[in-house]
């Protein structure tokens, strides 16, 4: 995959486990802390990869490995969290409406749950700074 | 050594609340009242390790009341035993969870402290929420202390950072609210209405300003009179401990003991 932005992708991967959760954690908060986001957003972040990573463990005892890839452009940052095992229906069923989803879509600026070659994914994005307000929402 | 455990009642009368248990709720609230001594009990063997006594008795109330859903009169085991194992077992995740048998060490307690001093004036400064290096620069610290302090925050309880920021030391819980946010009527929680319930006051209200009305965590650290750091860390371990509830708490109804999903 010859993206040229990926170059400067942060991966980490570790075992698929709660107890290696602070450690995505931590280096989560480290790379936003260089793209910068603000302590805020940083600390939100956190939170929403938190939830992410719970959530993906909770879908799959099989996963061996839970990866991290960090991501930083012109707009802010983006983390997606995966696991490598395959799961039946990934989103889940009505994900909109249950209390995973709406934390983590107040935290983030966006979400997306993807299935990456059968692997479940929450894909996450975070403005960098405070943006201004948009000035034109559609 | 082999003497009586707390809180256990005769096999005969054990196995009578188990066999009500499906279908009376009055049953289950008498276990619950034969066993609370026990769980207590357990919660007092965990303290002093830097959490407070009450939430302490509170993962271990959850571990009784896992117990008693779980619990099997086929299996040849007194009751009394697996509710002190699933008790025990609960009160230690909720340890190795948090972090918390480790020690903060003081350098970064001091970061934290000086963290929490600065934010406000930096805030007000920049007229946002400012980033790492600003807050290094001012606590005249590393960035990665400063990385380290915030997760150390979230992660282990240091209750020298839970008292008020305002210096006439009002208690927290004295400028919640009147109002009593029902964060449940929120579309998607009523999934976890019943573990909000048992939530304390500040820690609904936090939610309910993060996730309802949408503020930041400066803006309720205001609001609530704690430092950002301390919101911060409600919202960590609220969140947590609503998945967990979340995770134990399985549609009743069918007959899904035992079954592993």
């Known amino acids: ?138 | 050594m082999s003497s009586r455990p707390l809180g256990s009642i005769d096999r005969s009368i054990e196995v009578e609340l188990f066999e009500r248990l499906p279908n009376d709720p009055s049953a289950r609230d008498e276990l619950v009242e034969a066993f609370l001594p026990l769980a207590e009990y357990l919660a007092r063997r965990f303290d002093r390790r830097g959490e407070p006594l009450d939430d302490l008795i509170q993962v271990a109330s959850v571990g009784l009341l896992n117990a008693i859903d779980r619990f099997d009169l086929a299996r040849d085991v007194q009751f009394s035993t697996y509710a002190a194992v699933t008790i025990v077992g609960e009160l230690k995740r909720h340890f190795r969870d948090k972090g918390w048998a480790i020690r903060v060490p003081r350098r970064l307690q001091e970061v934290a402290l000086r963290i929490n001093a600065v934010l406000p004036e930096l805030a007000q400064e920049h007229g946002r929420s400012p980033t790492i290096e600003e807050i290094a620069a001012r606590c005249e610290a590393t960035p990665e202390e400063i990385l380290d302090a915030m997760e150390a925050v979230q992660a282990y309880s240091t209750s020298s950072l839970d008292t008020p920021v305002g210096e006439d030391g009002i208690a927290p819980v004295e400028v919640l609210g009147e109002e009593d946010p029902s964060i449940e009527t929120l579309e998607g929680w009523a999934s976890v209405a019943p573990a909000l319930q048992e939530l304390p006051p500040r820690e609904r209200r936090v939610l309910y300003l993060r996730f309802f009305e949408g503020l930041t965590q400066s803006e309720i650290a205001e609001q609530v009179g704690v430092s950002q750091m301390h919101v911060s860390r409600i919202l960590a371990q609220t969140l947590r401990f609503l998945r967990e509830r979340a995770e134990t708490d399985p549609p009743r109804g069918s007959g899904s003991r035992g079954a592993d999903q």
């Open chain 1, 1 to 138: 995959m010859p993206d040229p932005s990926s170059q400067d992708a942060v991966l980490v991967s570790v075992p698929a486990s709660p107890e290696y959760v602070n450690l995505i954690r931590a280096v989560t908060a480290s790379v936003a802390a260089r793209v910068p986001l603000s302590f805020d957003a940083i600390e939100d972040l956190k939170l929403a990869v938190d939830e992410g990573c719970a959530r993906l463990l909770t879908v799959s005892r099989a996963a061996r490995r839970m990866q991290l890839r960090l991501t930083a452009s012109d707009d802010g940052l983006e983390a997606v969290v995966s696991i490598d095992a395959e799961v039946g229906t990934w989103p889940p069923p009505n994900i909109e409406e249950t209390f995973s989803w709406r934390v983590l879509s107040a935290l983030v600026d966006t979400v997306a749950l993807d299935l990456d070659g059968g692997a479940p994914s929450v894909r996450m994005t975070k403005a960098r700074l405070d943006p201004p307000v948009p000035s034109e929402a559609p």
